[in-house]
Each structure stands twice: as structure tokens, then as C-alpha cells.
């Protein structure tokens, strides 16, 4: 069997992704990496975002780490200019970065609110300011990671369900503050098999899958090929959307 090479989409381009050490944001990274971009892959783990960039390097792709706390405003700056200094153009923008931390509403301190809110949705604000005079200029492309928590009540987690749902709402946002000029959208994952779910019970996993109609978790690949076409010229007409990736769980009448 002969496998097709991956298209040539972001050649001659350059793509800042957060959270991009491990699970999606690595995968993304790889995959974009692939397509011919030069990536730029920062992660508060500096040593897992040098080990990502490392493995693009050496299967021949372009790519360099930097660390990047994406609560801070400052260090935005710093990786915007590290982008410009390093091919001169930013085209596309990961924002990935999240944290799923359980706990009712009575149970919830305002530490655990907030803290969830700036690493999900502050950082969002953050990073899509300092990089629009770049993504303007070059006609880029925005693409962040919310979730189906977005559009699904679980139970115990209200400070994560908040700042996705407000991700969705700011992409609409965004998309008509800056039409024509770049695109935003986002993709709402499922359950995907990231390191977090290793530690989940085999019950627990079998029982997501039986509520998930194609019956598996997702890949990081799996949504790392939806952020791909939306940053890509395939999604030239498509801005302000949330794209469900979830195996069709959001859909799915099973409990």
C-alpha cells in the first residue's frame, strides 16, 4: 500500500503553536511541520518543547522552541518578536493552551475559578493581541482549541465549560472584528487520548467510547488534521466557526 505524502499546504509559511510539547499541540505541530511550515513550538515545558522541535528538525522540517508562560502578556511579545526575527511573518496561530481542573460550583475557591479562566481564555485575549499586526499582515489564520464542554453540561467542571464557551463566543468575534484581514475558528474536541487519559479508568474510558457513535477516543492527529485545514487556503471561506471534532458525541441521544 502506498501512503500519499501529506500536501504542501503551508510551505513558505510560519505557524506559533501553544501548548505544544505533548498531545495536540505536538501533533499539530508535526503535522503542520510536514506541510512544509516553519514552527515555532513553545510550551511553559521548555524541555518538551525543544524534544517536539528537535523530532521536526530531524525528520527534516524547520522548526525552534521557546518557552512560553501564556498568562503573560510580556512573554507574548517575546514570542510574537522571536517568530518576526526568525523568517519575518507570522501565518498561523495555535492557541492551545487549557487546564480541566474538576470541582463543582459550591465546591470551586475563587484560585481554582480564575486560574482556569486566565490559562484558557485570558491567554487567548493575550496571544490574539499581540500577534495580529503580523497575522494581518501576512493574511494568517487563527486556531484555538476550545471543547465539547462548550456545548455539553458534564458535571463539575463550570470554570472549564465557561472559558470554552467563551472562546466560541470570541471567535465569532473576532472573525467579524478582523474579516478579511485574518480568520478565526476553533475546534471543540471530544475525548482524545492525550497522556491525561492514560491515568483514566478502563471503565470509565469504555463507557466514553459506547456514548461516542464512531466508538473510539480521538488522536491528537485526529484533531491536529482539522486545525490543518482550517489554517490552511482549503478553509479560505471559512472564519467564525467552531468545529466539533468529537467522534459525534455531541450528537449522540446515548447515556
Given at each position: 500500500?502506498?501512503?500519499?505524502?501529506?500536501?504542501?499546504?503551508?510551505?513558505?509559511?510560519?505557524?506559533?503553536?501553544?501548548?505544544?510539547?505533548?498531545?495536540?499541540?505536538?501533533?499539530?505541530?508535526?503535522?503542520?511541520?510536514a506541510?512544509?511550515?516553519s514552527?515555532?513550538?513553545?510550551?511553559?515545558?521548555?524541555?518538551?518543547?525543544?524534544?517536539?522541535?528537535?523530532?521536526?528538525?530531524?525528520?527534516?522540517?524547520?522548526?525552534?522552541?521557546?518557552?512560553?508562560?501564556?498568562?503573560?502578556?510580556?512573554?507574548?511579545?517575546?514570542?510574537?518578536?522571536?517568530?518576526?526575527?526568525?523568517?519575518?511573518?507570522?501565518?498561523?496561530?495555535?492557541?492551545?493552551?487549557?487546564?480541566?481542573?474538576?470541582?463543582?460550583?459550591?465546591?470551586?475557591?475563587?484560585?481554582?475559578?480564575?486560574?482556569?479562566?486566565?490559562?484558557?481564555?485570558?491567554?487567548?485575549?493575550?496571544?490574539?493581541?499581540?500577534?495580529?499586526?503580523?497575522?494581518?499582515?501576512?493574511?494568517?489564520?487563527?486556531?484555538?482549541?476550545?471543547?465539547?464542554h462548550?456545548?455539553?453540561?458534564?458535571?463539575?467542571?463550570?470554570?472549564?465549560?465557561?472559558?470554552?464557551?467563551?472562546?466560541?463566543?470570541?471567535?465569532?468575534?473576532l472573525?467579524?472584528?478582523?474579516?478579511?484581514?485574518?480568520?478565526?475558528?476553533?475546534?471543540?474536541?471530544?475525548?482524545?487520548?492525550?497522556?491525561?487519559?492514560?491515568?483514566?479508568?478502563?471503565?470509565?474510558?469504555?463507557?466514553?467510547?459506547?456514548?461516542?457513535?464512531?466508538?473510539?477516543?480521538?488522536t491528537?492527529?485526529?484533531?491536529?488534521?482539522?486545525?490543518?485545514?482550517?489554517?490552511?487556503?482549503?478553509?479560505?471561506?471559512?472564519?467564525?466557526?467552531?468545529?466539533?471534532?468529537?467522534?459525534?458525541?455531541?450528537?449522540s441521544?446515548?447515556?
Amino acid at each position: 500500500m502506498t501512503v500519499a505524502a501529506a500536501p504542501a499546504r503551508f510551505t513558505g509559511r510560519t505557524a506559533l503553536l501553544t501548548a505544544a510539547a505533548s498531545g495536540i499541540g505536538a501533533a499539530t505541530a508535526r503535522r503542520l511541520a510536514a506541510e512544509g511550515a516553519s514552527v515555532l513550538v513553545t510550551d511553559v515545558d521548555a524541555k518538551g518543547a525543544h524534544r517536539v522541535a528537535e523530532e521536526i528538525r530531524t525528520a527534516g522540517g524547520r522548526a525552534r522552541d521557546l518557552r512560553l508562560d501564556v498568562t503573560s502578556p510580556s512573554e507574548w511579545g517575546a514570542a510574537v518578536a522571536e517568530a518576526e526575527s526568525w523568517t519575518g511573518r507570522l501565518d498561523v496561530l495555535h492557541l492551545n493552551a487549557g487546564q480541566n481542573l474538576p470541582g463543582a460550583a459550591h465546591e470551586l475557591d475563587d484560585a481554582g475559578w480564575h486560574d482556569q479562566l486566565r490559562l484558557c481564555l485570558d491567554s487567548v485575549f493575550y496571544g490574539v493581541r499581540a500577534a495580529v499586526p503580523l497575522l494581518r499582515t501576512a493574511g494568517g489564520a487563527v486556531v484555538i482549541t476550545s471543547s465539547v464542554h462548550a456545548v455539553i453540561g458534564f458535571k463539575g467542571f463550570p470554570a472549564y465549560a465557561a472559558a470554552k464557551g467563551g472562546i466560541d463566543a470570541l471567535v465569532r468575534q473576532l472573525a467579524v472584528e478582523y474579516a478579511g484581514q485574518i480568520r478565526f475558528n476553533a475546534v471543540l474536541p471530544g475525548a482524545v487520548a492525550t497522556a491525561l487519559w492514560a491515568e483514566v479508568p478502563m471503565e470509565y474510558k469504555a463507557q466514553t467510547m459506547a456514548r461516542t457513535p464512531v466508538g473510539r477516543l480521538g488522536t491528537p492527529e485526529d484533531i491536529a488534521a482539522a486545525v490543518a485545514f482550517l489554517a490552511s487556503e482549503d478553509a479560505s471561506f471559512v472564519t467564525g466557526q467552531n468545529l466539533l471534532v468529537d467522534g459525534g458525541r455531541s450528537i449522540s441521544s446515548q447515556e
